[in-house]
């Protein structure tokens, strides 16, 4: 069983449910993509390689840079990608800062984050305890991608995602297409949400284009995360 799918099945034992359009979500992105003209995909947070993988099953064929700090979620991803001449993954986090970090590991890696876990998170879904805390490096997406082709940028760094973008100021101005998992609730410590999220990105002149609901609690109806694509206005 794959990371998401233990996740899933973990919520909805536990009273949640989940819901993703994956086709739908896949036909739109390819769809995009194409009339953006993209040609590289920085995939930031790619655990083992899931998005990536729906990227490839949706046709895109160009480059692909995974991202991925914890050891035996990039030993997977690594994997995944050996055979694909385009698409390099590197066991990185990525942040405002090259330097290195302290990472909580969770039971099951998704959860997994440079910031502690609240109670909202490890109460309803005992998998994003965590059982370790390891250093890693980081690098910042401006030190560290070159080039001058149209970029998507894909973040699900659970909370982390202002730092991520802290890192790629200069990035952006080539970014063509985002998607970012924004939560709806506090889910870790000081991470941040869909409402500091979207009025930043638009601020930098992005516009959203669709929102697919993740997790949702069956028991109180709240939705805890969305996956939000946007594109340059």
């Known amino acids: 069983m794959g990371a998401r799918s233990l996740v899933k099945h973990t919520l909805e034992r536990s009273g949640w449910e989940v819901h993703r359009s994956a086709g739908s979500q896949r036909v739109r992105r390819a769809r995009i993509m194409e009339q953006r003209h993209v040609t590289h995909v920085l995939d930031v947070g790619a655990n083992t390689g899931q998005y990536a993988t729906a990227l ?17 979620a990039f030993a997977a991803l690594s994997a ?4 694909d001449q385009k698409w390099d993954a590197h066991n990185l986090a990525v942040g405002a800062h090259d330097s290195e970090i302290e990472f909580h590991v969770s039971r099951d ?3 997994s984050s440079a910031l502690a876990a609240t109670a909202d998170l490890t109460g309803p879904i005992p998998q994003s305890e965590v059982v370790s805390t390891i ?8 030190s560290f991608v070159t080039g001058d082709q149209p970029v998507m940028l894909k973040i699900d760094t659970q909370g982390y995602e202002h730092h991520v973008l802290d890192g790629c100021e200069r990035l952006l101005d080539r ?7 924004m939560a709806l609730v506090e889910l870790y410590e000081g991470g941040s949400a869909i409402y500091d999220l979207l009025p930043r990105l638009k601020a930098l002149g992005f516009t959203a284009m669709s929102v697919d609901p993740g997790f ?14 946007m594109v340059r206005s």
Do not use: H, K, N, W
């Open 56 to 72: 490839r099953a949706g046709g895109y064929r160009d480059q692909i840079t995974s991202f991925e700090p914890l050891p035996d």
């Open 216 to 229: 949702v609690d069956r028991v109180t109806g709240q939705t805890l995360d969305v996956d939000v694509l």
């Open 175 to 181: 970014v063509e297409i985002l998607d970012v998992e």
């Open 80 to 83: 995944a990608a050996r055979d």
């Open 109 to 111: 890696s998704v959860c």
């Open 135 to 142: 250093v890693v490096p980081q690098v910042r997406l401006d």
